[in-house]
């Protein structure tokens, strides 16, 4: 059996207990209170990572992109939201399509004017389409800042003939930049916003936040009725070392790369730079650090060459090959067109990334 030793590198590996572990983990927490599991697919951007998501109940998918919505059908999925704001009426004939595909077609509303170009766009696909209206709880990205705004936002959609009121969402990402501790303060937070905007205009609608770094809070406060994670099915520095909502051991992705220099004492050069781990890091300006504990830390990319430093460093040798955990899990797998299923260290599948770069 080929193991990972024989693999060229870099390579991106993804070991199977482990995402079959995140995956199951996460269902039984939304399980247990009753909560839709709707994973943001732009993690893993894999048919075979979405069907074991399906496998264990997952609800349906939530997308950045239609692209990504129609190259992860093959998966069997049924639901889709489409989490952003769609504008473009050059994109009716797939909007089309993909309602007439699945069983629901969601998307977002985010603002007065885009939900009108999203109703002139709802009107050319020819499709009343079941919208969620974006409130922003922190983050400062899409949705409405005030009650005044997400009322009169409502009241737009309820005079539209093309969009229908289904409920309303927030993206927490502002949750990266709370510490630990204060997680379930800010989490609280953003769903008081949620759902006060909620209640004043459709109590009975759901509520559907979405962060990998709080979706179990989300779950277990009881009042959501779906939570939209990603990064959670394999985990990064991100979430592992800086938010430490995931156990190191948890964490099911690395990059295999090889020590291709050692040109001054303290410093290794990898043959993986920012081609392969992308230019993210972490606050502490980390975009990768070694899967074994040492402490070997990625703290510079150019396009081939990462710069590896920490006390470890004196220890390689040129042609060591090393795994490495990314800052930032979602932009490393849309740079690969396959991971490599690992097994311990045996080689047991290759999955392609069929929604690799599919950002249209
Ligand atoms: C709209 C939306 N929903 C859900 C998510 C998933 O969040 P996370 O990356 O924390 O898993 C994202 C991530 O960017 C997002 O933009």
């Given at each position: 059996m080929a193991?990972?030793?024989?693999?060229?590198?870099?390579?991106?590996?993804?070991?199977r207990?482990?995402?079959?572990?995140?995956?199951?983990?996460?269902?039984?927490?939304?399980?247990?209170?009753?909560?839709?599991?709707?994973?943001?697919?732009?993690?893993?951007?894999?048919?075979?990572?979405?069907?074991?998501?399906?496998?264990?109940?997952?609800?349906?998918?939530?997308?950045?992109?239609?692209?990504?919505?129609?190259?992860?059908?093959?998966?069997?999925?049924?639901?889709?939201?489409?989490?952003?704001?769609?504008?473009?009426?050059?994109?009716?004939?797939?909007?089309?399509?993909?309602?007439?595909?699945?069983?629901?077609?969601?998307?977002?509303?985010?603002?007065?004017?885009?939900?009108?170009?999203?109703?002139?766009?709802?009107?050319?696909?020819?499709?009343?389409?079941?919208?969620?209206?974006?409130?922003?709880?922190?983050?400062?990205?899409?949705?409405?800042?005030?009650?005044?705004?997400?009322?009169?936002?409502?009241?737009?959609?309820?005079?539209?003939?093309?969009?229908?009121?289904?409920?309303?969402?927030?993206?927490?990402?502002?949750?990266?930049?709370?510490?630990?501790?204060?997680?379930?303060?800010?989490?609280?937070?953003?769903?008081?916003?949620?759902?006060?905007?909620?209640?004043?205009?459709?109590?009975?609608?759901?509520?559907?936040?979405?962060?990998?770094?709080?979706?179990?809070?989300?779950?277990?406060?009881?009042?959501?009725?779906?939570?939209?994670?990603?990064?959670?099915?394999?985990?990064?520095?991100?979430?592992?070392?800086?938010?430490?909502?995931?156990?190191?051991?948890?964490?099911?992705?690395?990059?295999?790369?090889?020590?291709?220099?050692?040109?001054?004492?303290?410093?290794?050069?990898?043959?993986?730079?920012?081609?392969?781990?992308?230019?993210?890091?972490?606050?502490?300006?980390?975009?990768?650090?070694?899967?074994?504990?040492?402490?070997?830390?990625?703290?510079?990319?150019?396009?081939?060459?990462?710069?590896?430093?920490?006390?470890?460093?004196?220890?390689?040798?040129?042609?060591?090959?090393?795994?490495?955990?990314?800052?930032?899990?979602?932009?490393?797998?849309?740079?690969?067109?396959?991971?490599?299923v690992v097994e311990?260290?045996s080689v047991v599948d290759?999955?392609?990334?069929?929604?690799?770069?599919?950002?249209?």
């Amino acid at each position: 059996m080929a193991t990972i030793h024989e693999l060229p590198t870099p390579s991106v590996l993804v070991d199977r207990a482990r995402v079959a572990a995140n995956i199951k983990s996460m269902q039984e927490d939304c399980a247990a209170h009753g909560v839709e599991l709707r994973p943001h697919v732009k993690t893993h951007k894999m048919v075979a990572v979405g069907r074991m998501q399906l496998d264990a109940g997952a609800r349906g998918f939530t997308c950045a992109k239609l692209g990504e919505a129609e190259a992860l059908l093959p998966s069997g999925v049924r639901r889709v939201f489409l989490a952003h704001s769609l504008v473009d009426p050059r994109q009716a004939p797939r909007i089309a399509a993909l309602s007439e595909r699945l069983d629901e077609f969601v998307v977002a509303a985010t603002s007065g004017p885009q939900a009108v170009a999203l109703d002139r766009l709802a009107g050319l696909a020819g499709r009343r389409l079941p919208v969620m209206l974006a409130v922003d709880t922190g983050l400062g990205r899409e949705g409405v800042r005030s009650l005044a705004d997400a009322q009169a936002l409502a009241a737009q959609i309820g005079r539209s003939g093309h969009l229908e009121l289904h409920g309303f969402y927030t993206h927490e990402g502002q949750m990266y930049s709370v510490v630990p501790g204060g997680q379930q303060a800010a989490s609280d937070e953003a769903l008081a916003k949620l759902a006060s905007v909620r209640d004043a205009i459709a109590p009975g609608l759901p509520l559907w936040p979405g962060s990998s770094v709080n979706a179990r809070r989300m779950a277990r406060s009881g009042r959501v009725q779906a939570v939209r994670p990603g990064a959670y099915v394999f985990g990064d520095l991100s979430l592992s070392q800086v938010c430490r909502v995931m156990e190191p051991g948890e964490v099911a992705l690395t990059v295999l790369a090889t020590v291709v220099d050692l040109p001054e004492p303290g410093l290794a050069l990898i043959d993986a730079g920012s081609k392969a781990f992308s230019g993210d890091k972490t606050p502490d300006g980390v975009h990768a650090s070694s899967a074994d504990g040492r402490e070997l830390s990625v703290m510079r990319v150019n396009e081939e060459h990462g710069y590896v430093r920490g006390s470890a460093v004196a220890s390689l040798r040129i042609g060591d090959r090393l795994r490495f955990v990314p800052a930032h899990v979602c932009t490393v797998v849309n740079l690969t067109d396959e991971v490599v299923v690992v097994e311990g260290e045996s080689v047991v599948d290759r999955w392609e990334v069929e929604a690799r770069g599919k950002v249209r």
